[in-house]
């Protein structure tokens, strides 16, 4: 419960300040426009020279667009931002703020930071997705909200875990700044369904970087595609990297020489 009062005050104290630059919104929308614009008029040429790619109709893969907004926007919100602090604080020496605090340091650092307008992404998003799901007008039952829902929701712990690992490794290397900005290129590979590129690229958006479980699996579960081997994969992955993120996390710890050191 303390973890939960502290991630709200931090999410209302961060909603507060954004409202400070509400210009921002505008520069957001505008950036969302024209991002949505350029990927809709890929995929409309990609679909003047033929009727599927890779398996995937043009819905299905608007539906893949949809949720590769919407996780971008998750990220760019509440993940990277708290993630380039945290980097900051290690490199600077300034982490012992926040281990200072009665509370758990990983939660702590993980809920610091928010930005409001980024969720303009997750708003366009999800409208694609339904656009996507008017044009497919497939029946949209429980077990598909559910299976959509949690993959979501896995797919975005996945992320984190991710982050959290990339950005620990600043307890012992100095220089890691091209390590996330190489995460930002892999992650636009998730524009697409993993199933289009060779098996080498596969794997890797799939079990290196989990781009394929963030945006591919949820679309997978809108589009019907979803098994429960594939669902289950996804939660066993989820729990695995929870884990790995935590131990990373400890152990990068008892490295840390701060400005009280």
């Known amino acids: 419960?303390?973890?939960?009062?502290i991630?709200?005050?931090?999410l209302?104290?961060?909603i507060m300040n954004e409202f400070q630059y509400r210009a921002n919104l505008f520069i957001q929308v505008l950036q969302t426009f024209i991002a949505l614009a350029t990927g809709l008029i890929g995929l409309g040429l990609i679909f003047t020279q033929t009727s599927e790619l890779g398996g995937w109709s043009k819905p299905e893969l608007l539906a893949v667009m949809g949720i590769f907004v919407m996780m971008g926007g998750v990220?760019?919100?509440a993940i990277q931002p708290n993630m380039e602090r945290l980097m900051e604080d290690i490199q600077e020496g300034t982490l012992d703020f926040a281990l200072t605090k009665p509370a758990d340091a990983q939660l702590f650092v993980s809920v610091r930071e928010f930005r409001l307008w980024q969720l303009v992404d997750v708003v366009t998003g999800m409208i694609?997705?339904?656009?996507?799901?008017v044009q497919l007008s497939l029946p949209v039952n429980i077990w598909t909200l559910l299976g959509f829902v949690t993959a979501l929701i896995m797919g975005a712990v996945m992320l984190y875990c991710f982050w959290l690992i990339i950005t620990s490794t600043a307890f012992w290397f100095v220089r890691i700044n091209e390590i996330a900005d190489l995460f930002t290129g892999l992650y636009a590979a998730g524009r697409w369904p993993?199933?289009?590129?060779p098996n080498w690229l596969r794997y890797g958006l799939t079990f290196l970087v989990p781009v394929a479980f963030a945006v591919t699996v949820p679309a997978e579960a809108l589009t019907g595609r979803l098994t429960l081997q594939t669902w289950l994969g996804a939660l066993a992955l989820t729990?695995?990297?929870f884990a790995l993120a935590r131990t990373v996390w400890v152990i990068g710890l008892r490295n840390y020489s701060g400005a009280s050191a």
């Open 239 to 241: 729990m695995l990297l």
């Open 12 to 14: 209302r104290i961060e």
């Open 128 to 133: 694609v997705i339904i656009v996507a799901l």
């Open 7 to 10: 991630a709200f005050n931090y």
């Open 1 to 5: 419960m303390r973890g939960l009062r």
């Open 194 to 197: 993993v199933d289009i590129y």
């Open 75 to 77: 990220i760019r919100a």
